[in-house]
C-alpha cells in the first residue's frame, strides 16, 4: 500500500503561479512512477506530468514550458510547479504513484480566474 497526502493549490490569477506537493508513505520503495493529473468539471482525467524511474519526465503538450516537476527522494515527495497558469487550467490535480497498482491522492482544487 501507498499512501499519498496532497497540499497546495487554491485560487489565482492568470498569469500567476502555484505550487503542488504530494508526500508518498508505505511501500514507496515499489513506486515505478509518480505523476500528476487533473480533471476538470465535465472532462476526462488526464495526465499534467509523469516522473519515473525508467524513463524520466514527460508533460502534457498543453503545459510544456509553464510546469514543471521535480522529486525529492530523500522526503518522498513529487512537486507540481505551476508558471504562467491560464484559467483552462482549472481542475482538481490528482497526485499519482505507479507500483503494481496504481494509487491517488485525494485531489486538491485549482482555480485560476480570468
Known amino acids: 500500500q501507498v499512501q499519498l497526502v496532497e497540499s497546495g493549490g487554491g485560487l489565482v490569477q492568470a498569469g500567476g503561479s502555484l505550487g503542488l506537493s504530494c508526500a508518498a508513505s508505505g511501500r514507496i520503495f515499489s513506486i515505478n512512477a509518480m505523476g500528476w493529473y487533473r480533471q476538470a468539471p465535465g472532462k476526462q482525467r488526464e495526465l499534467v506530468a509523469r516522473?519515473?524511474?525508467?524513463?524520466?519526465?514527460n508533460y502534457a503538450d498543453s503545459v510544456k514550458g509553464r510546469f514543471t516537476i521535480s522529486m525529492n527522494n530523500a522526503k518522498n515527495t513529487v512537486y507540481l510547479q505551476m508558471n504562467s497558469l491560464k484559467p483552462e487550467d482549472t481542475a482538481v490535480y490528482y497526485c499519482?504513484?505507479?507500483?503494481?497498482?496504481?494509487?491517488w491522492g485525494q485531489g486538491t482544487q485549482v482555480t485560476v480566474s480570468s
Open positions: 516522473v519515473a524511474r525508467s524513463d524520466g519526465t
Open positions: 499519482n504513484a505507479e507500483t503494481l497498482y496504481v494509487y
